[in-house]
């Protein structure tokens, strides 16, 4: 079976993803070697983002051009989180919130059409996942509004709201890349669960650093060693 330039860029923008977001979790924070794998995390989750919402789009898949939309807003609101300064906000931001919740909303309203649907699913995906996407969605926006009343974030709330977001889109490449295409590896991995694993690793990273933030917080440490964010002039 041939496959389509735009599919052919979307499994390697996919994979390359995962594996430099990999990377640059497990670096030490602030490195050279962290932000030169940030910069190809950043890069290559925007064309996932971006290829597999088009795709999505011309397939008249609507929850597959939200998840493309959800993963381009999640890793672009990071890596702005990440190279600015702080206590600032822009029209960026406004911008952001109006997607995440057209996003949220979107998924909410599929989620119900699954709920009512024979087959209980919209585009193959459960009325569960489609709630749990959408409340993320939702979430990600609250986190907006707060944003832009307190006018910018700083320290360790800066830091969280990198942290989860990053987390979380590699979340949904790990899992597009080992459980959406788990036929493609082989059938120790998909008999051991590892596949699992790898797939729900950035959300168990993602926690882990959350509480590890947020002990550093109460304490008056610095939770993560400094460097973690990036400069302006650094990516992230």
């Not at 459960?126 to 979430?139: H, Q, R």
């Not at 320290?155 to 987390?167: I, K, P």
């Not at 959406?180 to 596949?195: E, N």
């Not at 690793?201 to 060693?225: C, D, E, Q, T, Y």
Request: glycine residues 14%.
């Amino acid at each position: 079976m041939q496959l389509s330039p735009i599919l052919l860029f979307h499994i390697g923008a996919g994979t390359t993803g995962v594996l430099s977001g990999f990377v640059a979790v497990f670096l030490r924070k602030g490195s050279r070697g962290h932000r030169m794998a940030g910069n190809v995390f950043f890069i290559a989750m925007l064309g996932l983002g971006a290829t597999g919402a088009y795709m999505g789009l011309m397939k008249s898949e609507p929850t597959n051009f939200l998840a493309g939309v959800l993963t381009s807003y999640l890793v672009a609101t990071s890596w702005v989180t990440a190279r600015r300064r702080d206590e600032r906000t822009g029209i960026f931001d406004f911008g952001a919130l109006l997607v995440a919740l057209g996003v949220g909303i979107g998924y909410m309203l599929y989620g119900l059409a699954a709920t009512n649907s024979a087959k209980g699913t919209v585009d193959g995906i459960p009325a569960g996942m489609l709630f749990t996407m959408g409340s993320v969605a939702l979430l990600a926006a609250t986190g907006d509004v707060r944003l832009l009343v307190r006018g910018g974030v700083s320290g360790a709330r800066r830091l969280s709201r990198h942290l989860w977001r990053m987390c979380f889109s590699l979340f949904i490449a790990s899992a597009s890349v080992f459980l959406a295409r788990a036929h493609l590896f082989p059938a120790l991995l998909r008999k051991t669960g590892m596949l699992y694993l790898l797939s729900f690793l950035p959300l168990i990273l993602m926690v882990f650093w959350m509480i590890r933030v947020r002990i550093g917080r109460a304490s008056g440490r610095k939770p993560i060693p400094q460097g973690c964010l990036p400069t302006p002039s650094a990516a992230g």
